[in-house]
């Protein structure tokens, strides 16, 4: 049983990346659709509605149909990949394949020993998660001092946060999965963690080593 959900949980990451990186890449060729996102307010009504469809599946994925919570979570690829698409513009192609990988590379490692540790990573899972808070409240704080090297530093503490947030993710679908809860919902919802892991991961990872495109 556990195989099977993580084989669903994983191939519903992977369509969900590959949906949200090949929006973002096609956006990106399209000089009219990147002026109506990054023109005016349409960026950031597109980040709220990122929020709201998070904020939404994370809650009650569980008590969704199966189907609705697929679509939601597609939707919110989508939608991702429609902010997305600045990191083509920024950054150059194979600076961005090549942090993918790098991404790939090491996510694939923190999750296969968060699925094999026998610690129990809730507590560390809990520190973890108070250090992404104070970082989040750094960066906001960052936008108005504007500091490169600050934000060099929270970049690699954020990468070192989400590879142990990866390792706690993937044992704790593990564990709820014991729980007896419904397998096609729940591998939503750790396909959405796992995502936001991914993604967050391999950002800062480009912040840190990509090649900006001029």
């Not at 149909?65 to 429609?82: E, M, N, Q």
Request: charged share 10%.
């Amino acid at each position: 049983m556990k195989n099977s959900l993580f084989s669903k949980t994983f191939l519903w990451m992977a369509i969900g990346l590959a949906l949200t990186f090949a929006t973002g890449y096609i956006v990106s060729m399209n000089e009219r659709m990147l002026y109506s996102i990054f023109d005016g307010n349409a960026y950031w009504i597109f980040i709220i509605v990122e929020l709201v469809i998070v904020f939404f599946l994370s809650a009650k994925v569980m008590d969704m149909k199966p189907i609705t919570a697929k679509i939601s979570f597609l939707l919110y690829s989508f939608v991702s990949g429609l902010t997305f698409s600045s990191i083509f513009v920024a950054f150059n192609l194979s600076s961005i394949m090549y942090i993918f990988l790098i991404s790939a590379s090491i996510f694939a490692v923190m999750a296969f020993l968060g699925y094999k540790t026998p610690l129990d990573l809730s507590k560390i899972g809990t520190y973890l998660y108070i250090g992404l808070f104070a970082v989040v409240i750094t960066v906001l704080i960052n936008l108005i001092i504007g500091s490169d090297t600050l934000s060099m530093i929270l970049s690699i503490i954020c990468v070192g946060l989400f590879l142990g947030i990866t390792a706690y993710d993937v044992q704790k679908i593990k564990e709820l999965q014991d729980a007896g809860l419904p397998e096609e919902n729940l591998a939503i919802y750790g396909a959405l963690d796992l995502y936001l892991d991914f993604i967050n991961i391999f950002i800062h990872l480009l912040e840190l080593f990509g090649k900006s495109d001029n």
